[in-house]
């Protein structure tokens, strides 16, 4: 402080104070310190913020934070808090944690970083600097007493404690279908850390993650410790029946979710709807629904369950439940969803071609994309040619359907118009039988075996519903052609 003038130092403790006070000023104020980039405050940050100033002051121990990548949330949670609880109590102790040590480790260096630019050190360490001797990458203490030291989830804590346990992404996104991986991070959550903290009766806890499976951290914790937690999920758009609300101990609403109008985005200065209409498409609808809306599907489905699509089929078969193709089918056939509208948010067009062997169908090739008219037409002539040995191609009579059947009636033999009774998931239902005794084979290593999957097992609540459609119309019809009774039903 050599050099500084009175006045300049009185500035500065008054500036210091209002930022002790206040997080949200203090992220505004420190936030170029560390990051060149312009800071593009989003009134997502103004809520967690508010969320994360009530837990240092007290009003709220246990915090859940789901909201999807990409919105600054460690940043905030993992960088800047850390360093703002030190402005108000340097003697404060905190073990972090993440999915990998790099990224904790990435954290605690950025944290450090901040708190030891002049900026920093002018305002709020007068009194305090780091222990020379203990002064590491993953671990350093103040000569106040505060610590941080920094950990993998799943990993041994080496024996340290802390006052607050803060969790960042707890789970790697490729780890998230792995039973293995996802019981790991609970039980390290609430068996080797739940007695790792100086004082039990005022342990701070704080996870923020992005929702990747319903069995995560997040969902084990509010099936089994609900009332322990406050939770405070921000889904990319915007859902009613959904909206978040964190109160204090006292019952005092602190943040809420400030959105009104369904599917209103969270972020649009960076994630617009186009934004988000290709991340759909790039990740697919069940990571989707899990990482940007924070609601995965459950992996046991709807009226489908996941564990029924298990046979699979491969030309060089290595699980048990993968078998190779027939030499030669019973029989070969081409179903039609064509839904589309023209537009750009409009559903995808599935045609699948499905060959029956004994009570088995297999899934033999799938066309499954937003297409218009001419695209649709191509796209069939295509598979028919591919497949020669289908014997009949059903398309649903109306709308684009009956345009699509006027159109190749005279060009490809076999069409075949369908004009199904009752509602979608009347024909999922009729279909499930089948599915679920195992008659369905998807073959293993097409790219879109994952998204059918998770579409099937998210009807009737997922977003689309063509996939699911055709794979209803096959099955019943193949499975049932000997029951008359139950394709009269489908077809005209």
């Known amino acids: ?3 500084v003038q009175p006045d300049e130092i009185e500035t500065l403790e008054l500036e210091a104070e209002l930022l002790r006070r206040d997080f949200r000023a203090f992220v ?34 246990r915090l859940i934070i789901n909201i999807p990548p990409g919105h600054a949330k460690s940043m905030l949670v993992s960088v800047l808090w850390p360093a703002w609880r030190w402005t108000r109590s340097p003697t404060w102790q905190v073990l972090t944690a ?3 040590a790099g990224l904790s480790t990435r954290d605690a260096v950025k944290a450090r970083t901040l708190m030891a630019t002049n900026w920093y050190i002018e305002r709020f360490r007068r009194d305090w600097g780091f222990a020379e001797d203990q002064n590491l990458k993953t671990r350093y203490l103040n000569t106040k007493g505060g610590t941080r030291q920094a950990l993998s989830v799943g990993s041994g804590n080496t024996g340290w404690r802390g006052d607050c346990l803060l969790v960042d992404d ?15 991070v609970i039980v390290w959550k ?13 342990a701070e806890q704080v996870i923020i993650m992005q929702r990747l499976h319903e069995q995560d951290l997040t969902g084990y914790l509010l099936a089994n410790e609900r009332s322990d937690w406050e939770h405070l ?6 859902e009613p029946a959904r909206r978040s609300v964190v109160k204090g101990h006292d019952g005092r609403v602190i943040v809420r979710d400030p959105r009104k109008s369904e599917g209103e985005l969270l972020f649009p200065t960076l994630f617009s709807t186009d934004v988000l209409a290709q991340q759909e498409r790039s990740m697919g609808s ?5 990482q940007h809306q924070q609601r995965p599907v459950p992996a046991s489905g709807g009226l489908l369950r996941r564990e029924w699509f298990r046979k699979r089929w491969a030309h060089e078969p290595k699980g048990p439940d993968t078998t190779k193709p027939p030499a030669q089918f019973d029989d070969m056939r081409i179903f039609v969803d064509a839904s589309f509208k023209g537009t750009k948010d409009s559903d995808r067009v599935a045609i699948g071609v499905f060959g029956k062997k004994g009570t088995d169908v297999y899934l033999m090739d799938l066309e499954w994309r937003t297409m218009g008219f001419v695209d649709t037409i191509n796209a069939l002539t295509a598979l028919k040619a591919k497949w ?41 239902a009729a279909a499930s039988p089948y599915i679920e005794a195992g008659n369905c084979v998807l073959p293993e290593s097409a790219p879109w075996v994952a998204d059918a999957i998770a579409e099937a097992c998210s009807f009737p609540k997922g977003l689309h519903d063509d996939f699911v459609d055709v794979l209803a119309y096959a099955m019943v019809n193949l499975c049932s052609r000997n029951n008359m009774a139950g394709w009269l039903a489908y077809a005209r």
């Open 98 to 100: 993440s999915h990998n």
């Open 388 to 428: 020669p040995k289908v014997s009949g191609i059903y398309i649903e009579d109306k709308a684009n359907g009956s345009a699509i059947i006027d159109t190749l009636k005279s060009k490809l033999p076999g069409i075949v118009p369908i004009q199904p009774e009752g509602g979608k998931e009347a024909r999922v």
């Open 28 to 61: 505004r104020a420190a936030w170029h310190e560390i990051d060149p980039a312009p800071l593009l405050w989003g009134w997502h940050m103004d809520v967690i913020c508010l969320a994360l100033e009530a837990v240092a002051k007290g009003q709220l121990q």
């Open 170 to 184: 707890p789970l790697d996104a490729t780890d998230a279908h792995s039973q293995v991986e996802r019981e790991r």
């Open 233 to 238: 999920c921000l889904p990319s758009k915007f």
């Open 286 to 290: 069940y990571a989707f629904a899990g």
């Open 1 to 3: 402080m050599s050099g």
């Open 190 to 202: 609430t068996q080797t850390m739940t007695s790792r903290f100086n004082d039990l009766a005022k």
